[in-house]
């Protein structure tokens, strides 16, 4: 067998899941789930998200990753060749998370390009809409948006050429786009903070809502938010921790990348809010409705609105959209590059063909949301996707590791090699925890939106979603089943 890529240096690994982690999930995703799940409503079961389900599940997939050294779908099927296809269905999740993050990213492209003339004036919100020319609902598509599409070729291109470089080349690009945002979120918060205003709209993220707690939709989103930002499920993190030298420290990277993570969703959540609560001060409009009408476009409506107030404001939001865009890239490519892992491990491709066959697709269904009924296409398959492809494939996860590898066998992988040992707490959570909490969500929810078709949106456009979510193990399965190169199965248990 070929000798597997490693990173190039030890810290190389904790910047590269960070990199994947931090990404528009932080800064674009998470105020907006903040803000459709009530506010303070949101943080608690955040915060019980990450603990159930977020660490156990990172552990475990950078166990898996490290311990069967492959991308998921190869790394599942050395562990148990009935597994193979659990690999592939996160593959297929992340495959879809890939076609619309791309767009979001053209999106935050065309913001550093207004940021040289603050072309977003007063009206940031007017603004948006008025960029994305977004139609009525999701039966009109329209064209594509140019400025938009234009944005999108150049995304692709970047994540590309980062790809094509290889591991080697990811661990030297993620330092820099790791690290760079966090301290300009860190002036914006400051910024916002000192609005006036702000304080009523920190209160409306800030105070919580025991009486929203009753919503199992809240829990739903705050799952599926922790497994959107932690790159959780779709292989990402079993193909990143494959590149790992044979005696590096996994425990201690879980618990540095998820609590890093969550802070600065955190923080992006402080700028944004405590700007909204200004927004809504200056418009003599309450909180949660300035919150609420933002809808998925929230941040691209309220970043500018801080920007604006900032001494430099235009050199600041070019910087800021800059350093948006690095973020969002390493996350695309950290996507890409986890179904590139699976392409070239099972059929022993080259990298460059590999890549080929996950990014022409991509781009070419990402299209879809550059036209004008993007956006409403955008918001029913990131729901659909998050909400329930990612969960259903976290649960399969822990029944796979749980209930037919044994918990103990990646447990004991892990604590060979880390100073930080992990308890038994970790087989209670893969075994029963985990799986409990998110049958629960799923079964709930699923009632919950056969009553209530999501988002106001007609059901046969929802019906294009959860068959999205339906085709997903459909996909897998066959994958699994085609053959198989013979290099895939043998299994070097010493290297480096
Ligand atoms: N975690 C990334 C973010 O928060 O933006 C998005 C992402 C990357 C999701 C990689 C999934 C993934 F596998």
Redesign the pocket.
């Not at 994947?20 to 932080?26: K, R």
């Given at each position: 067998m070929k000798k597997r890529e490693n990173w190039s240096w030890r810290g190389a690994f904790v910047f590269a899941v960070l990199g994947?982690?931090?990404?528009?999930?932080?800064a674009w995703?998470f105020p907006y789930m903040v803000a459709q799940n009530g506010g303070g409503a949101f943080l608690i079961p955040y915060i019980f998200a990450l603990l159930t389900a977020g660490i156990p599940l990172m552990m475990l997939e950078f166990g898996i990753g490290h311990k069967f050294l492959g991308a998921p779908p190869i790394a599942y099927r050395r562990a148990n060749k009935k597994l193979e296809m659990v690999g592939w269905w996160g593959n297929a999740a992340?495959f879809v998370?890939i076609t619309y993050?791309g767009v979001v990213l053209a999106w935050a492209i065309n913001y550093l390009v207004h940021a040289l003339t603050l072309a977003w004036g007063d009206d940031t919100t007017g603004f948006f809409l008025n960029f994305l020319r977004v139609s009525e609902g999701p039966h009109i598509l329209g064209g594509l948006n140019v400025p938009v599409l234009i944005a999108f070729v150049i995304g692709w291109i970047m994540v590309i050429a980062i790809i094509r470089s290889g591991v080697t080349g990811l661990g030297k690009v993620v330092v820099f786009t790791a690290i760079a945002p966090v301290i300009l979120l860190i002036i914006l918060s400051i910024r916002g903070i000192t609005l006036e205003g702000a304080l009523a709209g920190l209160d409306y993220y800030l105070s919580p809502n025991f009486a929203a707690l009753a919503d199992l939709t809240v829990w739903r989103d705050a799952y599926s938010q922790v497994f959107?930002?932690?790159?959780l499920g779709?292989g990402?993190l079993i193909a990143y921790a494959s590149y790992l030298p044979r005696d590096a420290e996994l425990s201690n990277n879980v618990f540095i990348a998820s609590l890093a993570d969550a802070g600065i969703a955190f923080l992006a959540g402080l700028a944004i809010f405590s700007t909204v609560g200004y927004m809504a001060a200056q418009q003599g409009a309450a909180v949660a409705d300035v919150a609420g009408s933002g809808g998925i476009g929230l941040a691209f409506m309220v970043f500018p609105q801080v920007i604006n107030l900032l001494p430099g404001a235009a050199a600041f939001g070019v910087i800021f959209f800059l350093l948006l865009i690095t973020l969002a890239i390493d996350?695309q490519f950290?996507?890409v590059e986890?179904c590139v892992g699976a392409v070239m491990d099972k059929w022993n491709l080259s990298r460059g063909t590999a890549l080929a066959i996950v990014s022409l697709p991509g781009f070419l269904i990402g299209l879809v949301f550059v036209t004008n009924g993007g956006l409403h296409w955008l918001d029913i398959v990131d729901k659909f996707v998050n909400g329930y492809g990612l969960i259903v494939v976290g649960l399969v996860e822990c029944i796979a590791i749980g209930w037919i590898i044994g918990p103990q066998k990646i447990r004991d992988h892990v604590n060979g090699l880390s100073e930080i040992k992990v308890g038994k707490w970790f087989d209670f959570c893969v075994k029963y925890l985990t799986p409990a909490a998110l049958i629960f969500i799923l079964v709930f929810n699923l009632i919950i939106d056969i009553k209530e078709p999501y988002g106001g949106y007609p059901q046969w456009a929802l019906n294009v979603g959860w068959a999205m979510v339906i085709l997903l193990p459909i996909v897998a399965f066959i994958f699994s089943k085609l053959k198989t190169a013979k290099e895939a199965d043998e299994f070097v248990e010493e290297q480096s």
């Open positions: 994947s982690a931090v990404g528009l999930g932080n995703r992340s998370i993050y959107f930002s932690l790159s779709m990402v996350s950290s996507l986890g």
